[in-house]
Structures are given as C-alpha cells and as structure tokens.
C-alpha cells in the first residue's frame, strides 16, 4: 500500500510540475530556449513513473517490512520531528543557549535516556557547539 | 613531479597538517560507530570547515572520507556490525577470525591492507585523472549530456532495489534541482515569489538534511532501542586483541587477494554512481572465486578479509578520478566533495586539470597523508575502539542533530537552510523507510543542471535536431551505455528467473 501511495503521490507531483511548467514563460527561436521545455520532461517521467510505482504497489505484495511503526515509536518520532519544529518556530527568540539545551535535554528524554546524564550532556553539547560556532567559526547565533 | 612537490609542500603546512589529523580522528570515530557515514559526516563538516583556507578544509574532509571507510571494519569485525555500508563484507570473513581468537590479525589486516588498497587507488589516480582529463577537453554539450545521463543510469541500475525507485528518486532530485533560474535565460523557475528560492534550493543543507537528520529521525524512529541490544553485544566484544601484524608467509599468500581486491575498487569507484560497498562486495566475490581456498571463505578468510579492506579504500581512488576528471561523482561521498569543492571556488572536471593543477596535487598530497596517519593511528585506535563503541545512542544522535541544524544555518546565516535540511530529513527518513535509494536524489541535484544546459545547448547547435546525440560517438556510447545499465536489471531479473 505505501507503494501505491508513493506512486500516487508521484504523478500528482509530477501533473503540478508540469502545470507549473506551462505557466513560464515561452522562449524565443527555437522549443529548446523555453524555460519550461526541460521541467516538462522531469514531469512526464515523474507522472509515468509514479504510474508504474502505483502499479506495482497495488498488484504486487512489498518485498520489505513496511507494517507500521508501532504506536508508542510512532508517538515518539512524532514527538521528535514536533520537537525540531518548535526549535525551528522559536529561533530567534530568547537565547540560543537556553533553546538548545532544552530542546536536546527533551530530544535525549524522548529516546528514553535517564534525566541527569540527558541534563549532563546536553549542557555541555549545547556549550560546546555555541564555543565552536561563535568562536571559532565567528556565526552570529542569537 | 615538480607540482607534485610543491602540493606537498604546501600540505606539509602545521596549519594543514593539523586540520588532516582532525579530520582522521574524526573519521577514525564515525566509521567505527555504526550509523554514521562517511558521506554524513563530510556532509555535516562541510559547512563547518567553510572558514578554512581551502588546503586545510580538505584536508579535515579527505581525512575524515579515508579513515572513516577504514574504520567501518572495527565494529564489522568485532561486533558483526559494519561501521559504514563500505564494510559490509568485512563481517563475512572478520567477525569469524574474532570468534575464533584472531581478532587483533583482523584489525591489523584491516588497517594494512587499508592502506595498500588506497595508496593503489591514488596511484592510478595520478596515472589515468591527467590523461582522462584532457580527453574530457575534447566534450562537447552532447558527449556531456550522455556521460550525466549514463552518471544518473549507473547510480540507478546499481541502486539494488527497484530501479522504478531509484529512477523516482533520481528524477525528483532533478526536478528539485529546476528551483531557482533557467540556467540559460535566467528567467525564475518556481521560486514562488520567495527571494530565498532565487538561488535554488541550497545543497549543502539539503544534502545535510537527507544524509545527516534523515539518518537520524531513521534511526531514532526505527531502533530506538537497539542500544540496549548492542550493551549486551558489547559485553561479547572480545578484550584480548592478540597479535595484529601478518607474518611473511601470511603476507604472500594474500597478495593475489590484495591484488585483485584494489584493481576491483578502483574499477567499480571510477564508474560512476558505485560506491565502496560494492567494490569490497565484489572485491570479496573475485577473489574467493579465483582463490585455492574457497571453502574457507565466509569462514574467517584472511585472503577474503584482505580483499575486501584493499578493495573499498583503493575505491577512493576511482572515485577521485571520475569526479575531478569529468565532474561526476564516483559515489554519494564525491558527490557531496563536489559541493565542497565548489564552495571553495573550484569547479571539479577537466578544466580544472588545466586552469588549477595546483590544487589536483594538493588533493593528491592530502590523501597520501590522510592514508599515511590512518596507518600510523590506526593500529593504536583499533586496540581501543570498543570505548567509542559504548557511547550511549542519545548523546550521539543528538550531536548529530544541532551540528546538523546549525551547521545547515552557519553556510549562509539564513534561517530558510534550516527549513530546507530539515524538509530534507523529513524526506531522507521516508526515503529510508520505504526503500527508495537516497544516492540518486544527490546525483540529480549535481547532474540535473549540467545534464538540462548541455542538453539544451546541443540541441541549439543542432537546429533542434536530436540526432546529435547519436550521431558523434563518444555521445552515442555513454547513452548505450545508459540503456545497458537501465536494461541491466531486468537482464539479471529474467536470469534468476531462468535459474530458479
């Protein structure tokens, strides 16, 4: 099934790489000037590909494990990737050694390590990797 | 010679020399951790070492790629996990000498032949990277638009999954790699109005993104508990180390295997789009066929061990030549010291062997260095590796983690490489997950704008006549050469067919 999905999904990219490409501008003297010319063949490969993928996914069991991940790895990597996203959301703000020590010390606890040395270690990580990229490679971090 | 001698004089800089010893140790710790890549970690160091005068950021780079394929075969050997991909076959033959007492022979076989894999790869480098490129010289658009065609074919049909797959995540890579200006009219191509996407999508922390978060959200959502199995394997580990150094009968028994070991790896590195995994994979394959002592093989071979250490590291080699040569990578390292190399101002491919020979024997210079101290130090790491081993997952990963994001912030100081790597982790653990081939994606991004400008730019000259590609012949061989990788699988696919 994720086969399936994934060939879907591939030739609906591909149809809005290729609307995409019908809206640049066209070129002059000969078809091979169009800006569009080059994307357009991307697109049709991804379309005819994504067919077969999508093909191949329905009639055809996956030779590889693709059964869901079980709950609590899923709630976890979902944790993680939410985890990054807020970090991301909040860069800028506040200060960078206060943002990244929390965000390791959660990431260390979501992949159950013990709370003193997840505190430990991410104090000196964060401390270190703000010493490398503040002074030695002088990146202005806020 | 004389530019040879001046390259090393230069790389024989303390400066320089430091930042290779650096890079070496580093190296030697993410090959012996398995999870890490060669290909992770120099995606991750390239942006950090952006700073440095250009010797001495390759130096921590070439440092790192050398002693990390070396020393994935530390924890193939004493742990039946491989370090890198590039180890793979490493256990075959290493882990059965550990259980049987010869540990130490194994790591020593490892660093020694290693090192006479590499220093052979770089020797054909210096005899063929030359020659190779001023015939490259004569390339027209149409003979480059082939060889970046067979370039994305190759790294398809010997992806080893699906080639729909592989060709799915090739042509993704090149539809990524349209992001940005028209490369002949500089007209914007789906920036969708944002200055940030004027450039295109930026490599660096893309490639940081699917190599370095996707491995990472990969792991961590899928093994997250595996550091619990490894204590108990580590437990396993074997403490007496024993004699490292082969004896002289030992020596002449496996020098056929060592041969053909490191002609296979600097064969399989120059095509493009192999790695080192299939060198030493094949490099196993050759040599146990051609071998009096099959039977032993699989078993704690020292000629299958010796075979497969010189075959992955003399893999280096081949892949230098093909990507400094002709701008193509050899492998998803190459690929990524293409990145490097041009954030340094240099283009990799033939002009480069013209216009900056300087720097070719800089290059040069660094990996006979960089294998000199992994020979040096890779004795006296092999003995105490089982320390690095034990690091605990978490501290790892999340290491990896904010040098990733910040490192992918560093190149440019714009949030958006952030996004972008991490929309390339996002993609990097489906592509995992799912089983689609990451290399490709890489590939297409370098080889996408090459391939559509040459392609454009010959059927120009052409009047629109696609002939053109058919019609001269170094362009008609690399496409035949496209539809025999492309048909290959299917060929190998049909025969087991038959076989069964």
Known sequence: MADFLFGICTVIFGVILYWGANQLPGGVLTFALNPGFFPKIVAGGLIILGAILAYQGWKHKPTYDEGKLNKELGLRFGALLGLVFLYLILWGRGSFLLNTLIFLFLCQLIMKYRVLPSLLSSTVITFLTWILFTQAFKVHLF | MPDLLVAFQQVLQPGVLLYLILGTTLGLVVGTLPGLTATMAVAILTPLTFWLPPASGLGVLIGVWNAAIFSGGISAILLNIPGTPASIASTFDGYPMAK??????????????????????????????????????????????????????????????????????????????????????????????????????????????????????????????QSQQESGKKKESLTKIGRMLVNAKEFIQTLPAAIIGSVTGVIIGAIPGTGADIASLLGWEFSRRASKRKEEYGKGSIEGLVATCAANNACLGGALTTMMALGIPGDAVTAVLIGSFMMYGVQPGPAMFRDRSDFVFTVIGLMILANLFFLVTGFIFSRFAGGFILLPKPIMWSTILILSL??????????????????????????????????????????????????????????????????????????????????SPLFLYKRKGEER
């Open chain 2, 100 to 225: 049987k007492g010869q540990a130490g022979l194994a790591l020593g076989i490892n660093v020694l032949y290693s090192f006479i894999g590499g220093i052979f790869g770089i020797v054909v480098f210096l005899i063929a990277a030359f020659p190779l490129a001023r015939f490259a010289l004569s390339f027209g658009p149409a003979e480059y638009f082939a060889l970046g065609l067979f370039g994305l074919s190759m790294m398809v049909a010997v992806s080893g999954t699906s080639v729909v797959k592989g060709l799915i995540t090739g042509f993704i890579g090149l539809a990524l790699s349209l992001v940005g200006l028209d490369p002949m009219l500089a007209t914007p191509r789906f920036n969708f109005g944002s200055t940030d996407l004027i450039t295109g999508l930026s490599f660096i922390p893309l490639m940081i993104g699917i190599f370095g978060l996707g491995e990472v959200f990969y792991q961590m959502a899928i093994a997250p508990y």
């Open chain 2, 406 to 487: 910040v490192g992918s912030f560093s190149l440019n100081n714009r949030l958006f490489d952030v996004w972008v790597a991490f929309l390339g982790g996002i993609l990097g653990f489906l592509f995992r997950r799912y089983q689609f081939p990451i290399g490709p994606i890489i590939l297409a991004l370098i080889l996408g704008p090459m391939v559509e400008r040459n392609f454009r730019t010959a059927l120009i000259i052409s009047h629109g006549n696609p002939t053109i590609f058919f019609s001269r012949p170094i362009s008609l061989i690399f496409i035949l050469g496209t539809a025999l990788a492309l048909m």
